[in-house]
């Protein structure tokens, strides 16, 4: 086969949708969602099913010893760095049917592709499947991947505990998955994830293709502003302390806040709990989270440094008590400029619209940027909805990321030929 | 005994306060608080203990069908409409010693300073105690007055429920208080009740004695602001609809609402629930109370009026559904000018500062408030704070509260000399 002719090389959209769609049956909710939390039996089911495609492709299937799974398609020259590509099966708990599994079988659909056309290329291709990137009932979340790029001690991810106090080391060995690869530890030549965009950019914009720059830095907080707790009728309202009303100040300076360091600044109070609750108390104490964003860890920390000086100042000014704690922070994570590029470029090359963004969520990518040059490929989702059992993604869609992934992947293991 | 010498009559501060530390042991919290539900055990013995100390000071008690306990002090003409004072001593779960309890036990004392010098009236007093003031366990509150006054039906009292499934009447009858008066019909020469003022005026003002003016109408709403749920990562802030920001505004149009029609004016948003709640996502719903109150029902129709108006105004610029659900309402309620004009001069010539003021929570005076003159006594708390263990009040101001609790009731029953 000729280079020349793999300009012409599809893969099969209506074999990758009806892999979606026998991988949704696994943990499948009443309301089209999927519920298949990490190292659960029905994990282990689904992580079987994609075991099993793999071996009928002919790849070498390998677990390590977080229980990542790795499929590999040999290279004309196994000696060269793997050009790997996939996500996570894991879901939330009302979660979706493409969060994930899309990436997973995406790089599955590549190498069936390539196959089925008898393509050999120069280095081998691996499709991954990382262990717990959610993190909904093991935290941290993306806990594979981070193993795997060293962020993440294998022996802090094994005694990480769900709720009912079971232990990820535990459930690896109860389901079989505890494998016998060390994590990480060899070169990779380029990693490539292919994702639903968990936002509503593509769909509002009649887009594609996201060619994804990098993840957004995130710092959370808890703020905490406490007044006095009063009887709602008797308290004039030049006498009250009233917490509700110091939070609602801060709580639209979240976003103005984001405002003023667009157009990649985020601001969300996503929880507020208020006490004590009642409908005739003035409230006095009332907690919120606070979630701040930015593609640059300068503008998160400018953003951060607001925040404080807004809490200081309203505290001043109204009489409150006004904490800021910090629960943790990820810092901004830029891609590959040159996967970013071939993404864009193969979008083009198969005329899908396409435009350069950043991804507000994190993937198991971002620890992958760490280790190899890294890119990801977004498809529109509808409603911009995910983390939800309504969460859904057109067939042509899925299709199109797929013929992307196909040629980035193609691009970096390089052509050897027809085998 | 000459009604000259009477200008010199003073209650027994001690025995008030004794008394009021011995009621206060009936259900006494570790906090120092009191938890005395209505119909509860605890109840009937706070109950058997006020009417133990009636029968002791000669009073002929008398209990009518929704439990409220009347003590009568005959008077020179037993045909003479009774003046009536008192309150209630069931309290809230995390309650205080004084609330409602100083109004009986100053009514008590009233009569036992009388019995002491050998004072005799011209019409009949009665001491009385409401049953459930606070609605806690049983709802609606200032329900005995309520039943009392006709402002709620005998049988709609009895049905109420609390959340076991008990019955007001299965628990008047279990705890022997299903009296066999039938509520009210009878007139009222004029009511009056000794309070702790539950707000921080008077302590501010240094001042000890409230002349009551009436109490605020109420209005209650449940407001609930729709957007739409997303991922707080990957949504850019001008394709939101957040719930949260939307409740933020109209939760600070509230306070500014309850500011534009002072002095009375009040908003509080005590209540705020948010969906889903969760660190990382645009809330797609927020429910929260709003309490408006003012002095007069016309002004409290301005306020609800401009609330429906903001709602709609924000509905409209922030693309989100507002709902503003009116869920009770009460109207304002004057106090019988000539009753107010006592109690004020009263305090004048006991040399106690006082003023003229609203009460802004509801008490058993409101319903006596339609059928009889009525007038209330307020007296300051520490830091304005009631419905809570922390709730204090000094013995000074008890009792200064408590003489001029003594003047108006003997101006309204009448000298008739000594017995």
């Not at 282990?44 to 799974?69: F, M, P």
């Not at 393509?119 to 993306?142: C, D, H, K, L, Y």
């Not at 309504?390 to 199109?400: G, I, S, V």
């Not at 990321?401 to 390089?414: I, Y």
Request: charge should be negative; glycine fraction near 10%; include cysteine.
């Amino acid at each position: 086969m000729q280079a020349r002719t793999l300009d012409h090389l599809r893969i099969d959209g209506e074999r990758l949708w009806d892999s979606l769609m026998q991988l949704a049956r696994i943990g499948a909710t009443p309301k089209g969602g999927v519920c298949r939390l990490a190292l659960t039996d029905l994990d282990r089911q689904a992580r079987e099913l994609v075991a099993h495609w793999g071996r009928e492709a002919g790849l070498q299937v390998r677990v390590d010893r977080i229980g990542n799974l790795f499929m590999r398609r040999e290279g004309r020259d196994p000696g060269r760095a793997p050009v790997i590509a996939g996500s996570h099966i894991d879901t939330q708990p009302t979660g979706g049917k493409f969060d994930g599994n899309y990436g997973v079988l995406a790089a599955l659909e590549v190498v069936r592709t390539l196959d089925e056309h008898r393509v050999q290329t120069e280095a081998p291709i691996e499709v991954v499947s990382w262990t717990n990137e959610e993190g909904s009932r093991f935290v941290p979340v993306m806990m594979g991947s981070g193993v795997f790029a060293g962020a993440i001690a294998l022996e802090q991810a094994y005694a990480a505990r769900d709720l009912d106090g079971h232990s990820v080391r535990e459930e690896l060995e109860r389901i079989g998955w505890l494998g016998e690869a060390a994590p990480g530890g060899f070169p990779v030549g380029a990693y490539f994830e292919a994702h639903i965009e968990q936002g509503p950019v593509l769909e509002a914009q009649q887009e594609v293709i996201g060619a994804v720059l990098g993840t957004l830095g995130v710092r959370w907080f808890d703020c905490t502003v406490t007044g006095m707790e009063c009887h709602a009728g008797p308290t004039p309202m030049d006498m009250r302390r009233d917490a509700m009303q110091g939070a609602a100040a801060l709580i639209q300076e979240v976003v103005a806040l984001a405002r003023r360091h667009g157009p990649n600044g985020r601001g969300t109070v996503g929880m507020v709990q208020v006490f004590p609750n009642s409908r005739n108390v003035i409230p006095g104490q009332v907690k919120f989270s606070i979630d701040l964003r930015n593609d640059s860890d300068a503008a998160l920390e400018a953003m951060a440094a607001q925040m404080h000086e807004s809490a200081a100042r309203l505290a001043q000014a109204a009489g409150l008590r006004v904490a800021l704690e910090p629960v943790s922070s990820y810092p901004a994570q830029p891609f590959d400029p040159q996967c970013v590029a071939a993404v864009e470029r193969a979008a083009q090359q198969l005329g899908h619209p396409c435009r350069r963004m950043i991804s507000g969520a994190g993937h198991d990518a971002v620890y992958m940027a760490r280790l190899a040059p890294t890119g990801m490929i977004f498809v529109p989702c509808r409603d911009g909805v995910s983390h939800n059992e309504l969460e859904d993604a057109r067939p042509e869609h899925l299709r199109a990321g797929c013929d992307v992934l196909l040629r980035v992947v193609l691009e970096r293991a390089g052509l050897a030929g027809a085998r």
